[in-house]
């Protein structure tokens, strides 16, 4: 089944001060053993796509409007181990494993919500 992405989020860029908007959905990582919560970032289709073609989690950057792969600059990937849509396929909860030193959020914690 895939998402719904006819849902709209409006974000102002942090670029341009431009408020934009974005069609996605909610994406929540957890740890795939644990069921540790990780991280809270949106999806839009292409990040969908590419999450689906790698089986590595990609967001939507709001703060730079672009694709974004999770670890591309720090080694922490998160391998997609399974994937649960809600019932509006408006949100989805990953289950993955953290690769490389097992850090999850860009402030060098294990989790965003620490």
């Not at 795939?32 to 839009?44: G, Q, V």
Request: net charge positive; proline share 2%.
């Amino acid at each position: 089944m895939r998402p719904d992405f006819k849902r709209l989020l409006l974000y102002v860029s942090k670029k341009t001060s431009e408020i934009k908007m974005l069609k996605c959905i909610v994406a929540v990582i957890e740890d795939a053993e644990t069921k540790e919560s990780l991280i809270p970032a949106f999806m839009n289709e292409e990040a969908w796509l590419k999450t689906q073609e790698t089986k590595i989690v990609h967001f939507w950057s709001t703060s730079r409007d672009e694709l974004w792969r999770k670890g591309a600059t720090s080694g922490n990937e998160l391998e997609v181990i399974y994937q649960r849509l809600n019932c509006d396929r408006t949100a989805v909860l990953i289950g993955v494993k953290v690769r490389g030193d097992g850090v999850a959020c860009h402030t060098g914690k294990r989790s965003c919500f620490q």
